[in-house]
T-cell receptor, first 114, second 114 residues
Framework: QKEVEQDPGPLSVPEGAIVSLNCTYS??????FMWYRQYSRKGPELLMY????GNKEDGRFTAQVDKSSKYISLFIRDSQPSDSATYLC??????????????FGQGTILTVHP | DAGVTQSPTHLIKTRGQQVTLRCSPK?????VSWYQQALGQGPQFIFQ???????QRGNFPDRFSGHQFPNYSSELNVNALLLGDSALYLC?????????????FGPGTRLTVL
């Protein structure tokens, strides 16, 4: 079993839809949670990060962390064709010898069609 | 302000050869991490360099080695290349004095092993 599970999709939605992307994880010691966006043939771009549980909002993007369920989500409101990309969740421990090592999910391929 | 830069963009090698990939971190960043991303998968952590030392290592064999220079730039070396080493190799940097989990990625080097 992988430490971080993410449905690879692909996910196809119409422009303007609300998109929900999710990851589950098995290591309860993870404390930092990140979402990256990766366009084809490019490096991942950091979208949002949160510490521990709770919600964080940035424009059209909202990240949620539920540590009790070991479940994180990214919501995209009013989705645009330019949001079409692969979305990667990533996690890290708070300290110790593995601090700063990011563990990624497989990525979800999202297509927003006009 | 230039982001993380990597060279070369693409590389083709044959089995058994050796390869060196290069990375320059963002200005104001002193920590460099390397990841391997196979097609359709999330990035996997190789190792992290800080203060010119390898601080953490993922589950990769000793054929993978690295170096960090006094100007914080870094190299990834892979010896005795295998077909399975074909992947996108990503470099990420973290800000000086900041959290090591906050990582900004370069565009990657695509390595093909024939």
């Amino acid at each position: 079993q992988k430490e971080v599970e993410q449905d690879p999709g692909p996910l196809s939605v119409p422009e303007g839809a609300i998109v929900s992307l999710n990851c589950t994880y098995s290591n309860s010691a993870f404390q930092y949670f990140m979402w990256y966006r990766q366009y084809s043939r490019k490096g991942p771009e950091l979208l949002m990060y949160t510490y521990s549980s709770g919600n964080k909002e940035d424009g059209r993007f909202t990240a949620q962390v539920d540590k009790s369920s070991k479940y994180i989500s990214l919501f995209i409101r009013d989705s645009q064709p330019s949001d079409s990309a692969t979305y990667l969740c990533a996690m890290s421990l708070a300290g110790g010898t593995s601090y700063g090592k990011l563990t990624f999910g497989q990525g979800t391929i999202l297509t927003v069609h006009p | 302000d230039a982001g993380v830069t990597q060279s070369p963009t693409h590389l083709i090698k044959t089995r058994g050869q050796q390869v060196t990939l290069r990375c320059s971190p963002k200005s104001g960043h002193d920590t460099v991490s390397w990841y391997q991303q196979a097609l359709g998968q999330g990035p996997q952590f190789i190792f992290q360099y800080y203060e010119e030392e390898e601080r953490q290592r993922g589950n990769f064999p000793d054929r993978f080695s690295g170096h960090q220079f006094p100007n914080y730039s870094s190299e990834l070396n892979v010896n005795a290349l295998l077909l399975g080493d074909s992947a996108l190799y990503l470099c990420a940097s973290s800000p000086t004095g900041g959290s090591k989990y906050t990582q900004y990625f370069g565009p990657g080097t695509r390595l093909t092993v024939l």
